[in-house]
């Protein structure tokens, strides 16, 4: 059933969230860097070849450099055995004996500066394409999860994902400096090692054997951060909320007045605190473990090391041989190391990997089909409601079952009923939001379902009584109810007539300029009742065939409230309208009213029909009435 279907978890992570990865789920996450590159080549294929060309260059000099301090070495050896007698500088760099050595310190000065230069050459093309790819990334999230059903938004599990991806956006692209620094070292791994094999084959052996160690170790150590990361998500969203919630303008009210600051704090230390100590835990046995395992790998260093300082006594090696080889062997450990070590962090790495990639593979079940119709202009007939029957993911309960009435074209419809009763759920179906779990919804005779979904949604202007109060300016605070015409001030200006709200844009300083809410700097809050006249001015910025109240006046007093929905109703003529409130001397303006109870139509009528007939309405309508008296 639609509503009821669980998003695919694309991805093991599931599983995985339970223990640590195993091996081959590691390699297997290995699948993800081809895309990842692919995205990074995307996003500045001059960038990434200027990072990796000035790389591919870099990785060469470190051979040099010992090579040339070898020449270097070997010349002051050869000068000093000469016994020229040269004491005094001016003499020896008159007479040209010192003209070789003079060169090959040029040589070597030249190649420290161009190390240096194409170092920080690699950190500036890196910082611009990690800036150009997080921006990417960001913009990437936002648009799929704009594609999203409203069931993803309100899935916990799903929302951990999401959370998770987002933090992969900004976090991933040290694992590009990473594996294009790995193509760099493994490029020197081999100028060194082509020196060492034509003096001492067996010790590159001697040294690959004497890592292995250290790069298991790495290996399961990364898997467990990974694994605790993932299993942590949901705490770590918690944190935030906390953090959030007690550090903020839009509670600040309520935490001051319920005294709520120490509750907050102490249960973030309590969340916080168990986190520290899982991580904790987790670094102190990865650095006993690491120690005791590159200890080999130091070990193994040694061992060469001593060989080849016993070949350079025996005459075998020159005092330039030893200093290269020796130098070349400690490069070559701590870049072997590296790369061992490098690529356990890269399939680490690779794992959060999935975390970006399989919230990408989340498909929306709610989408316009291939062959969708646009919205008919105008409408002519009307909703119809067909036995529809609702309920939310996970829920035991329906929300609505066997709901049956027609929603005429230009009518005016209002919708009661207590809490829970299904109202919201109804006009949720009827933006399609959700789709129905049995039965459907007709527009003119076509199920809702074979509209353009883009179509539908902009022929349909709803305010939620959970509206957003954008951190805009006031003017964009209503244009975005037509986002491409939020340019068009008279548009603006005649919306805000409309919903009332043109006097709160006239109070402000700087009118429909003025930035709204205490979040950023010059801003100015405003009272509910005026937030909510904006965001009722949005919905007549959408100029719909069908318009939806759904309680945006509950900050509203009982006269404010009964000017909006009167003037509503004024608006609504010729156009299909829904609204939804508890105040009835607002409910009656309707054409009718349904009565809704435990998800079903109890009664539909007018007014005056629904108090003669007695029941629910009747009984609702006279509690509320006796409150006035």
Same mark, same amino acid.
Do not use: C
């Given at each position: 059933?639609?509503?009821?279907?669980?998003?695919?978890?694309?991805?093991?992570?599931?599983?995985?969230?339970?223990?640590?990865?195993?091996?081959?789920?590691?390699?297997?996450?290995?699948?993800? *860097?081809?895309?990842?590159?692919? =995205?990074?080549? &995307?996003?500045?294929?001059?960038?990434?070849?200027?990072?990796?060309?000035?790389?591919?260059?870099?990785? $060469?000099?470190?051979?040099?450099?010992?090579?040339?301090? @070898?020449?270097?070495?070997?010349?002051?050896?050869?000068?000093?055995?000469?016994?020229?007698?040269?004491?005094?500088?001016?003499?020896?760099?008159?007479?040209? =004996?010192?003209?070789?050595?003079?060169?090959?310190? &040029?040589?070597?000065?030249?190649?420290?500066?161009?190390?240096?230069?194409?170092?920080?050459?690699?950190?500036?093309?890196?910082?611009?394409?990690?800036?150009?790819?997080?921006?990417?990334?960001?913009?990437?999230?936002?648009?799929?999860?704009?594609?999203?059903?409203?069931?993803?938004?309100?899935?916990?599990?799903?929302?951990?994902?999401?959370?998770?991806?987002?933090?992969?956006?900004?976090?991933?692209?040290?694992?590009?400096? =990473?594996?294009?620094?790995?193509?760099?070292?493994?490029?020197?791994?081999?100028?060194? &090692?082509?020196?060492? %094999?034509?003096?001492?084959?067996?010790?590159?052996?001697?040294?690959?054997?004497?890592?292995?160690?250290?790069?298991?170790?790495?290996?399961?150590?990364?898997?467990?951060?990974?694994? *605790?990361?993932?299993?942590?998500?949901?705490?770590?969203?918690?944190?935030?909320?906390?953090?959030?919630?007690?550090?903020?303008?839009?509670?600040?009210?309520?935490?001051?007045?319920?005294?709520?600051?120490?509750?907050? +704090?102490?249960?973030?230390?309590?969340?916080?605190?168990?986190?520290?100590?899982?991580?904790?835990?987790?670094?102190?046995?990865?650095?006993?473990?690491?120690?005791?395992?590159?200890?080999?790998?130091?070990?193994?260093?040694?061992?060469?090391?001593?060989? +080849?300082?016993?070949?350079?006594?025996?005459?075998?090696?020159?005092?330039?041989?030893?200093?290269?080889?020796?130098?070349?062997?400690?490069?070559?450990?701590? *870049? *072997?190391?590296? %790369?061992?070590?490098?690529?356990?962090?890269?399939?680490?790495?690779?794992?959060?990997?999935?975390?970006?990639?399989?919230?990408?593979?989340?498909?929306?079940?709610?989408?316009?089909?291939?062959?969708?119709?646009?919205?008919?202009?105008?409408?002519?007939?009307?909703?119809?409601?067909?036995?529809?029957?609702?309920?939310?993911?996970?829920?035991?309960?329906?929300?609505?079952?066997?709901?049956?009435?027609?929603?005429?074209?230009?009518?005016?419809?209002?919708?009661?009923?207590?809490?829970?009763?299904?109202?919201?759920?109804?006009? @949720?179906?009827?933006?399609?939001?959700?789709?129905?779990?049995?039965?459907?919804?007709? $527009?003119?005779?076509?199920?809702?379902?074979?509209?353009?979904?883009?179509?539908?949604?902009?022929?349909?202007?709803? +305010?939620?009584?959970?509206?957003?109060?954008?951190?805009?300016?006031?003017?964009?605070?209503?244009?975005?109810?037509?986002?491409?015409?939020?340019?068009?001030?008279?548009?603006?200006?005649?919306?805000?007539? #409309?919903?009332?709200?043109?006097?709160?844009?006239?109070?402000?300083?700087?009118?429909?300029?003025?930035?709204?809410?205490?979040?950023?700097?010059?801003?100015?809050?405003?009272?509910?009742?005026?937030?909510? @006249?904006?965001?009722?001015?949005?919905?007549?910025?959408?100029?719909?065939?069908?318009?939806?109240?759904?309680?945006?006046?509950?900050?509203?007093?009982?006269?404010?409230?009964?000017?909006?929905?009167?003037?509503?109703?004024?608006?609504?003529?010729?156009?299909?309208?829904?609204?939804?409130?508890?105040?009835?001397?607002?409910?009656?303006?309707?054409?009718?009213?349904?009565?809704?109870?435990?998800?079903?139509?109890?009664?539909?009528?007018?007014?005056?029909?629904?108090?003669?007939?007695?029941?629910?309405?009747?009984?609702?309508?006279?509690?509320?009435?006796?409150?006035? #008296?």
């Amino acid at each position: 059933m639609p509503g009821m279907s669980a998003k695919p978890d694309a991805k093991p992570g599931a599983a995985r969230g339970q223990g640590t990865p195993s091996l081959r789920e590691r390699f297997d996450a290995l699948r993800n *860097l081809p895309p990842f590159l692919r =995205q990074i080549w &995307a996003t500045s294929p001059g960038l990434t070849l200027t990072s990796l060309g000035l790389r591919l260059v870099r990785s $060469l000099l470190p051979v040099l450099m010992l090579y040339i301090g @070898k020449l270097i070495i070997d010349e002051v050896v050869r000068l000093a055995g000469l016994g020229l007698g040269l004491d005094r500088l001016g003499d020896a760099l008159r007479s040209g =004996q010192l003209s070789p050595l003079l060169w090959l310190l &040029a040589l070597e000065l030249a190649v420290a500066v161009g190390s240096d230069l194409t170092g920080r050459l690699v950190a500036y093309a890196d910082g611009l394409l990690s800036e150009l790819f997080t921006n990417a990334s960001s913009v990437r999230l936002m648009e799929h999860a704009a594609t999203l059903d409203l069931e993803d938004f309100e899935d916990p599990d799903l929302q951990d994902k999401l959370d998770r991806a987002r933090r992969q956006t900004m976090s991933r692209m040290n694992l590009m400096s =990473q594996l294009f620094g790995q193509v760099q070292d493994a490029v020197t791994v081999v100028s060194f &090692a082509v020196g060492l %094999l034509v003096y001492a084959p067996w010790l590159i052996l001697l040294l690959a054997l004497a890592l292995v160690p250290a790069f298991v170790g790495e290996a399961h150590f990364n898997a467990l951060g990974y694994s *605790l990361n993932f299993q942590w998500t949901p705490e770590r969203r918690q944190l935030e909320y906390l953090r959030q919630t007690g550090a903020s303008v839009e509670t600040a009210k309520e935490v001051k007045i319920f005294n709520l600051h120490r509750f907050l +704090i102490d249960r973030y230390k309590v969340l916080a605190e168990r986190f520290y100590l899982a991580n904790r835990a987790l670094a102190r046995r990865r650095a006993l473990w690491g120690t005791l395992l590159a200890a080999l790998g130091t070990l193994g260093y040694y061992v060469a090391y001593g060989y +080849i300082a016993w070949r350079t006594v025996r005459g075998d090696f020159s005092i330039g041989d030893l200093t290269f080889l020796a130098g070349s062997f400690m490069r070559l450990r701590q *870049l *072997l190391e590296g %790369l061992l070590v490098g690529f356990s962090q890269v399939a680490g790495q690779a794992l959060y990997l999935d975390d970006l990639f399989s919230f990408f593979e989340i498909e929306p079940e709610i989408a316009s089909r291939p062959d969708a119709v646009p919205v008919p202009r105008p409408i002519r007939e009307g909703f119809v409601f067909e036995d529809v029957g609702f309920r939310y993911p996970g829920a035991g309960h329906w929300a609505l079952r066997g709901l049956s009435f027609e929603l005429r074209a230009g009518e005016v419809l209002a919708l009661v009923g207590e809490n829970g009763a299904g109202k919201t759920t109804l006009v @949720k179906l009827l933006a399609r939001l959700y789709d129905p779990d049995e039965g459907r919804i007709l $527009l003119d005779g076509r199920d809702l379902r074979e509209y353009d979904l883009d179509d539908l949604r902009a022929n349909t202007g709803v +305010i939620f009584q959970d509206f957003v109060r954008y951190h805009l300016s006031a003017g964009e605070n209503i244009g975005v109810g037509r986002i491409e015409a939020l340019d068009d001030i008279e548009r603006i200006r005649d919306a805000a007539r #409309r919903g009332m709200a043109d006097e709160v844009v006239q109070s402000l300083p700087l009118g429909y300029d003025q930035l709204i809410g205490r979040r950023f700097k010059n801003g100015v809050d405003l009272s509910g009742g005026q937030w909510q @006249k904006l965001a009722i001015a949005r919905a007549y910025m959408r100029d719909a065939q069908v318009m939806i109240l759904d309680e945006p006046t509950a900050a509203l007093d009982a006269r404010s409230e009964f000017e909006v929905f009167q003037r509503f109703k004024e608006l609504s003529r010729g156009r299909t309208a829904v609204l939804i409130s508890h105040r009835f001397s607002s409910v009656r303006m309707a054409d009718r009213i349904l009565v809704l109870s435990g998800g079903r139509v109890e009664a539909s009528g007018t007014h005056e029909e629904l108090m003669a007939a007695g029941g629910r309405y009747a009984e609702l309508f006279e509690l509320q009435a006796a409150g006035y #008296r």
